[in-house]
């Protein structure tokens, strides 16, 4: 049994970073605002920045405490969030112009973010580290180099091919069977991130609600009235920024995302030699399981981070602790004697074809769907929505698709647990 009798529930991140921010009490927002935004995630937050420094009144509506969803609980890895179907199977799904676009459009978000970082100097822990995909199955290798190659073809994207031979200089672990490089892929601190978007959120004039949950928005014709608890607040624009979070409110909206719990633990502080036998360069690191792993060093170095999808849509830290701390000495037993000392969740959401979407829906502006890749896409397309509310240029290759749903699914997931635990199966006897 793992080392974890007492460890905390919530994240790593808020250890060194208090994201207590003050914030407006019901009681004394205004009446009226430009723009109304539900949710305080790394969607909400970049639009409402934009929204403000072009002169919008905002207001953010957050039913928890501010910034306390995924934004500030993920694994921090940041890249271009290449396509889930990859690029062969976006040729196949969209034609090779279309394939192309959404391969451009996501490195456009990832430059787009570090530039980002870069220009309003926030201190998240930026590191430029690279991430190494390691392949279950010799099969997995030979698509794996395929797509390297491919995107190499389609993208300025440096790509660098791993023999299994020569594995061990980038993770340690006999469980691949080769992989790859994406050599500009970086990490960050998630918690440092958004608390920087908080900062310039609030110079800007944005106006932060926390314990708010929206009941009802209701079109009034000049706008909105949303009504928060026994408020009623006017607003020209209404946008949706609450992804894996969103409620019946906008039921629409919440029968086209599928909320998936995804969890991390964290191991005590490790000696340089254990953390070089499992991660040499300090990369983050990933595999092709079918239920995603992540993983990766702290920003100091000293601990390991490790994630992915919980089994479970409740909250149950216990169970998905022993759930990852299994899987993580299944590829790195020698971390068996290192205690856990924190295991938490968030909840992430997908949309079912795979597809981040932005736009419209009966009149309400929204952005979701970023399918686990969140930190580039989330602030990218908050950005992009805001500019599309300001009647700028807006566009993205996002623009084109329907936002699908289901005629089984009204927003509850009941099946995914059992989704989830096949793939699991499936990963474990080699299907």
Not at 269 to 283: T, Y
Not at 360 to 386: D, E, F, P, Q, W
Request: net charge neutral; glycine share 10%.
């Amino acid at each position: 049994m793992t080392k974890a009798n007492e460890f905390s529930n919530t994240p790593f991140w808020h250890d060194d970073i208090d994201l207590s921010v003050a914030t407006t009490s019901l009681e004394q927002v205004d009446d009226d605002y430009d723009v109304l935004i539900v949710g305080s995630g790394f969607t909400g937050l970049s639009a409402a920045l934009s929204l403000a420094r072009a002169g919008k009144s905002v207001v953010i509506m957050e039913a928890q405490d501010i910034a306390s969803g995924a934004s500030s609980r993920n694994g921090g890895l940041l890249g271009p969030s290449f396509h889930k179907l990859g690029l062969q199977g976006l040729i196949d799904k969209f034609g090779h112009d279309t394939a192309n676009a959404v391969l451009q459009e996501s490195l456009k978000g990832f430059d787009w973010l570090l530039e980002f970082i870069e220009k309003e100097q926030i201190d998240c822990d930026l590191q430029r580290c690279g991430r190494f995909r390691g392949a279950i199955k010799q099969q997995h290798f030979k698509s794996l180099c395929v797509q390297a190659e491919s995107l190499a073809k389609a993208l300025d994207y440096p790509i660098d091919i791993i023999e299994k031979s020569q594995q061990h200089q980038e993770v340690g672990t006999d469980k691949y069977q080769g992989g790859i490089v994406y050599k500009k892929d970086a990490c960050l601190h998630p918690a440092k991130l958004v608390k920087g978007l908080i900062g310039k959120c609030q110079q800007a004039g944005v106006t932060l609600v926390a314990q708010a949950a929206v009941s009802h928005i209701k079109d009034n014709y000049a706008g909105f009235t949303v009504t928060v608890e026994q408020r009623q607040i006017n607003a020209g624009a209404v946008l949706i920024a609450s992804n894996g979070y969103t409620q019946d409110v906008t039921a629409d909206l919440k029968k086209r995302v599928l909320p998936i719990r995804s969890s991390m633990i964290a191991t005590a502080p490790l000696s340089k030699e254990l953390m070089a036998s499992i991660s040499p360069k300090l990369r983050t690191h990933g595999g092709t399981d079918r239920l995603v792993f992540y993983y990766r060093p702290s920003p100091d170095g000293q601990r390991m981070l490790f994630g992915g999808r919980a089994l479970s849509m409740l909250e149950k830290p216990a169970v998905y602790l022993l759930f990852l701390w299994e899987s993580m000495l299944n590829l790195f037993p020698q971390l068996n004697e290192v205690p856990i000392t924190h295991a938490w969740s968030g909840l992430v959401a997908y949309s079912f074809d795979h597809v981040p979407h932005l736009g419209l829906n009966n009149g309400l502006y929204y952005a979701m769907g970023y399918c686990g890749s969140g930190v580039a896409r989330a602030n990218y397309l908050g950005h992009k929505i805001a500019l599309k509310m300001l009647g700028e240029d807006g566009s993205t290759v996002f623009d084109q698709f329907e936002f699908p749903s289901k005629c089984f699914y009204s927003g509850n997931p009941w099946f995914m647990p059992a989704v989830l635990r096949w793939h699991s199966f499936a990963d474990r006897w080699g299907f």
